[in-house]
């Protein structure tokens, strides 16, 4: 039998270390079936430990079959019917850290998504969080309402009704982690009645592979200045159709009510779902936001979606959806019995904040403070570019999309070049079905101050107007 | 054209109510297609506000298609094609939480997995919380590592190598919100190559409703005192199979190693997978707690699904799971671009927990209250219901099964007759796949005091033992 070595440094308790380097052997038959163990007295002479130490890890093993004890005679090896191999010990965690900090080298970054980073209300969330905490603790002991909680979707009614034109009752909301969790109730609502969803192309990938992996077929509709070509999804034989009518995603077209009209008239005739996404309606920086599809018809099939994600946090994963009447009784009857997908503990929070009024006021001075920024990096595409870029998607949201003329690069090429200038973009092609066949690029503008988005736009400028390539006569 | 109101006692600025009622108006064509709005100077005077509420009024309902301006003429209403109805107003609230709180009467309350009311650590959490608001708080303002953050999945890796015996990198941990989202995301990775999934019988149901939806065909496969029937999994042809066994729901037994290495085997030969379902197993009141299989063959096929409901709080909504290295490149090629399941806020205030010692120091202490209670209910049995009862899976978790002896009444008759009594129970037979063919009740005790658990046993008898239909000699 090997010596054991019981004093490597973790932080287990000996008869733990015991137990584990005995289990070892079992397994690797260094101990084979059938052999003897040295007697408790005699082992804890060996190692110099206590016989507790070796009583305690023996009956471990006994108790879950590894050794068995004959009646004054001793332990032995069970007969186990399989080799097991022994894991080699877990990769470097200071390889993980450095391989994640490596990807964040970038000193511009036009993320998409990204916000404000001084944004985030972290004293006012530190209060709130606390009067969450000091109601009812028992409630965090027990399973809440899967639909989430009432109260937070009584204020989300109301600020939907107000601020949104979305007419609904709290029952027909749903509090969900995102909406990549929307979509996959949706999908699993919708699946019994509809086979096929319809998808903006370009537009944003997630609504179709979350519903491909609930074997929906998806369909890519082409995208109009004045959104969906209705045609093309008349052809599609769709009956589910994801779109983003306020601010189409990528190129923030407003979905006029003309056409809103004839979209619910299709959902009338085929007896269709539309599933509205109205991820950043609150950022409009020129009039007043569009309000909602689903005000146009509440009674009809319209599945409303949106998300605290743009305004607030992407990192609080919490959003909601407007479910219709009619898909009420199929949604309690398939989630009844799930648990939330949130966080009672952030459901209050938030709840806190929206009933305080701190929402409203959190979404005015965002909106301001997104403006600004907004008009500076129109400004500096304006002083960079010229007449080399237009703009697309403008006074809204948290991006633009910028349209090169004339531009010798490919996307790829484009977005390495910004990459070798430290500048982070995103593509718009992956936003394709069947790639991208201009020359565009998003621009976010949520992350970066006025001055940094400045400094960003001229490094692009560098990184694509220097290179002889794109010195044509205009 | 008729008159506006413009007092009627709502927040909302005069220019959206003066655009809400024009667009009714629209909408309901009491300003029919094709009429001329009144000039911005005349709808000013005549409802006495200024000509800039008119102004924006007039310009919202213009980008968004309602309404269009002729050059030097004014504005029109544009011809929308569809009538849309307006909705009646919400439901009253009232209703809804006098419905909601109708639910709550019972006096004793056996709950499966409720928790102690006072045991969430909330002055803690309080605390924790605070800290991690402290940090950084740009974090907040982006989307984080969707597979959970990197010093939480450490604090978990070293816990279930200490506690569970689970051998894995931080790199195979992925946290989830919860059970249903460890399946969902379990369902999607083994889909391209699976198609069927082996359950236990009587078991959880959750684990075959999250495979149904996404098309897999699920086998319930009996369970014996020494875990799952091997030769009829062999059956059904499955190859991924679903298990508890270090305390199988609902009846509490514990698999022994012979058998864990068979289920091995069978993976093995098959191609398999097994997830390994660790629901509750900190909690056990008589020697140590058992490994857990994943660390058996850390390199096999075994997904490990564990959480934080069972001791620290099923509304906090976070759970993780282990997945094997082999299945990590289609883990990473599906879900790279998701966002995290959990609230940053919550997995860094998990991660502070974890990380002060405090996480295992709760562990022991609820340990203690939850054996505490277990014996207390045991007792209570023993004493009311004798010979007439025996219990089954005793020695942890949060309930035991109690098996009523020459029972005359059906498990619904049981539950309604405790209802009567006012104490709330849950059926076993929801548990089954074809229905409990005995009569068997779950009882928690997780909820109530051992002063409370007694009493509720003692209304039990009453409601069971005093009917003259049981009174049969013994």
């Known amino acids: 039998m090997n010596l054991f070595i019981l004093d490597y440094p973790d932080r ?25 163990l040295p007697s ?16 305690y890890a023996y009956a471990q093993l006994c108790t879950e079959g590894f050794i068995y004890s004959k009646s004054r005679s001793g332990y032995y090896v069970s007969s186990l019917e399989q080799e097991c191999k022994v894991r080699p010990s877990s990769p470097p965690v200071g390889l993980i850290r450095e391989r994640i900090n490596a990807q964040k080298n970038f000193e511009f970054d036009f993320h998409p998504a990204s916000l404000s980073p001084e944004s ?27 639909q989430g909680e009432l109260d937070l979707r009584l204020q989300i009614q109301g600020y939907l009704e107000r601020f949104r034109g979305v007419s609904c009752s709290p029952e027909q909301i749903v509090i969900c982690s995102g909406l990549q969790d929307s979509l996959a109730v949706i999908a699993q609502l919708l699946q019994a009645e509809h086979a096929s969803l319809a998808v903006e192309n370009p537009g944003h990938w997630l609504p179709g592979t979350v519903f491909q992996r609930y074997a929906f077929t998806v369909h890519s509709v082409p995208v109009q200045p004045d959104g969906l070509d209705l045609d093309c999804l008349q052809q599609t034989a769709s009956t589910v159709v994801y779109i983003t009518p ?22 009338e005739h085929t007896g269709g779902v539309i599933i509205e996404d109205d991820y950043d309606s609150e950022l409009r920086y020129h009039g007043k936001p569009i309000p909602a599809l689903q005000g146009l018809y509440p009674e009809g099939g319209i599945i409303y979606v949106g998300t605290f994600a743009k305004v607030l946090s992407p990192a609080l994963r919490v959003s909601y959806m407007v ?42 001075t965002m909106r301001t ?9 129109l400004q500096a595409v304006q002083h960079y570019f010229g007449s080399r870029a237009s703009i697309l998607g403008q006074g809204a949201g948290l991006h633009i999309v910028l349209k090169l003329i004339d531009c010798p690069f490919s996307e790829p090429e484009l977005i390495r070049r910004a990459e070798d200038q430290l500048v982070r973009l995103f593509p718009v092609s992956e936003t394709y079905s069947g790639g991208n066949p201009e020359a565009h690029i998003m621009l976010g503008f949520g992350r970066m101050n006025p001055e940094q988005l400045e400094k960003g736009v001229a490094r692009l400028a560098h990184a694509w107007l220097d290179d002889k390539e794109y010195c044509s006569p205009e």
Chains 1, 2 share one sequence.
């Open 12 to 36: 287990r308790p000996l008869h733990m270390k015991l137990y584990n380097q005995l289990k070892e052997q079992i397994l690797t038959e260094k101990l084979p079936p059938g052999a003897k």
């Open 40 to 55: 408790v007295r005699q082992l804890a002479a060996e190692l110099a430990v206590s016989r507790n130490t070796v009583d």
């Open 120 to 146: 985030f209300p972290d004293k006012l969330w530190r209060k709130l969080t606390a009067e969450s905490l000091s109601e009812k603790s028992e409630q965090f002991t027990a399973y809440c309402d899967p």
């Open 246 to 267: 306020s601010h189409q995603f990528p190129f923030g077209y407003v979905m006029p009510v003309e056409k809103r009209l004839k979209l619910i008239q299709w959902m």
């Open 323 to 364: 479910l219709p009447d009619a898909l009420l009784p199929h949604y309690h009857q398939l989630f009844r019995q799930y648990a939330p997908a949130v966080s009672l503990l952030e459901q209050k929070t938030l709840y806190h904040f929206m009933m305080q009024g701190y929402w409203e006021r959190h979404l005015r």
């Open 369 to 377: 403070r997104y403006k600004r920024k907004h008009d500076a990096l």
